[in-house]
Structures are given as C-alpha cells and as structure tokens.
C-alpha cells in the first residue's frame, strides 16, 4: 500500500491543523493505521493510531486530550486533528499502516510496515 501524507505547514503556538493521508494500493480497510512523528535531532516517536474497524485509538501521552486520530474507510483516508499546538509539536509527521485484523493496534514503530513520506509542521513560539 502507497501513503502520501499532507497538510504540514506553519502555525503559531495554540493553533490547529489537520494532518491527511491518503493510502492506495491496497484494501484500506483492514490496515491499522498510525502517525508518528521525528524532530531534528530525535528519533522517530508514536503519536496516534487507530484501529482497521476506527474502533480503538490510542495516543502518545504528550498529544492526549489535543490531537485526534479518525479515518474514512470509503475515501482511504486518515486524519489527525491537532490543536493547541506547541512548539515541542514541530516534527516532520509520517502516517504509517500495518495489517490489523486480529491485531490489536499499537505504537511500535517496527510494527509498521508501509510508511509514507513526511510532511513538516513547525509550531512557532
């Protein structure tokens, strides 16, 4: 499956975007489906996923209560919402899928087995 993510940009401090990925090549439907996020210098952290059905999320601690994760099975897509961006947020912001059925959803990266390319969000102070 090909993941191409988009609607990184520059947002000051207490802001929102919204993070899309669109996914094609494959079933969509039965991936889980995550965001994860790298920031220069750091390695490659977990923020969100959701499950294959949309039934079960799962967030990073330091996005909780923030960011939202959902997804639309009859467009291939998945979204995160952000809001009340911190400049800690600016990463460049990867989604990612893995086969899900029968799998509970989780946050490791390994796990993961197509990735898209990133798109860059800067929080700015």
Known sequence: VQLQASGGGLVQ???SLR??????????????MGWFRQAP???REFVAAISWSGSS??????VKG?????RDNAKNMVYVQMNSLKPEDTAVY????RYGVY???TAT???YEYWGQGTLVTVSS
């Open 103 to 105: 799998s509970e959803v």
């Open 57 to 62: 999320l799962y967030y990073a601690d330091s």
């Open 19 to 32: 993070l899309s990925c669109a996914a094609s090549g494959g079933t969509f439907s039965i991936y889980d």
């Open 94 to 97: 990867y989604c990612a899928a």
């Open 66 to 70: 923030r960011f939202t994760i959902s």
């Open 109 to 111: 990266i390994a796990k």
């Open 13 to 15: 401090a207490g802001g």
């Open 41 to 43: 210098g750091k390695e």
